[in-house]
């Protein structure tokens, strides 16, 4: 993922990550500047198609070139941001291998901020529950698309969940996390993860989905191969950014079940109009 580190921007008042087109279409391997702007223009179709002003996410500028014979030389070039060199990367051309890169990429950087936004507003046992109850749901999307693309039996799905947190652990299956974590055996291992490791956890889920679905991936050993790989680019794109590996991040105090039990006892407290 240092292709798309390597021509990254930081806006240095407000902090703001970005890229310029032209930068990113060599990185894209896309040779014309007018193919490129195609990809760009579908981006913004479904940027504003998802009711988000693609203004704010696509900004076109003009930069200035110094010519041999002394001149200068404008051309066209447009800013974006993460979320806009998603919606390229979606539109792109899949064959290409690098693509497939980006979309994880920009995909994770994405997601990534939207949970740090929320970080903001919540405390972390209240992040870790809503990650937890996001991760359920896109547990069941994925063995959904797993089992469209032939992962059917029991033990194929658990083979299947394997080879992700393989990616994502450097290896480990999940009965070597649940060791461990020091679990009991009827305890789940996703229940015994702080926000930061149930995010990756995330990431990894929701990537897999997407990659099946968007590429019609079929056969048991392909669907491992993809749940693997998704497993390893987020575990990279994590090392990458100074993280701490998944492996090696501590176990909340409290399970997920606990924070639970605990909620549903204040929902359960009676009203005391008198304090």
């Known amino acids: 993922m240092e292709l798309f580190e390597g021509i990254k921007h930081i806006n240095p008042k407000s902090g703001v990550e970005y890229w310029f087109a032209r930068e990113l279409q060599p990185v894209l391997e896309y040779t014309e500047w007018r193919n490129f702007t195609t990809v760009i223009t579908k981006a913004k179709d ?13 900004v076109d500028v ?7 014979n002394g001149g200068v030389r404008k051309i066209g070039d447009v800013a974006m941001t ?26 994770v950087q994405t997601r990534r901020q939207e949970l740090a936004d929320k970080a903001i507003e919540l405390p972390e046992d209240e992040r870790r529950l809503a990650i937890r109850a996001e991760l359920a749901q896109h547990n069941t999307q994925l063995a959904d698309a797993a089992r469209s693309a032939g992962v059917i039996e029991p033990l194929d799905y658990a083979i299947f969940q394997n080879e992700g947190y393989k990616g994502l652990y450097g290896g480990l299956t999940a009965k070597d996390i649940h ?4 679990l009991k055996k009827s305890q789940q291992i996703l229940d015994h993860m702080g926000s930061t490791e149930l995010a990756a956890n995330l990431f990894r889920a929701t990537q897999t989905e997407e990659k099946i679905k968007r590429e019609k991936i079929r056969g ?6 993809a749940h693997k790989e998704i497993g390893r680019k987020v575990r990279q794109i994590i ?16 399970s997920i079940k606990q924070l639970e039990r605990e909620q549903q006892k204040k929902l359960e407290s009676p ?3 008198e304090g």
């Open 46 to 58: 479904a940027c504003k198609g998802s009711g988000i002003n693609d203004s704010e996410h696509f």
């Open 62 to 68: 003009n930069k200035s070139y110094e010519m041999p």
């Open 82 to 107: 993460r979320y806009a060199c998603y919606l390229v990367a979606q539109n792109g051309d899949t064959r290409k291998e690098v693509i497939a890169q980006a979309q994880t990429y920009f995909a």
């Open 179 to 182: 060791i461990r974590k020091k």
């Open 220 to 225: 048991k050993v392909k669907a491992n191969e």
């Open 239 to 254: 090392k990458e950014m100074g993280g701490t590996m998944p492996e090696d991040l501590p176990n909340p105090d409290k």
């Open 271 to 273: 009203i005391d109009l």
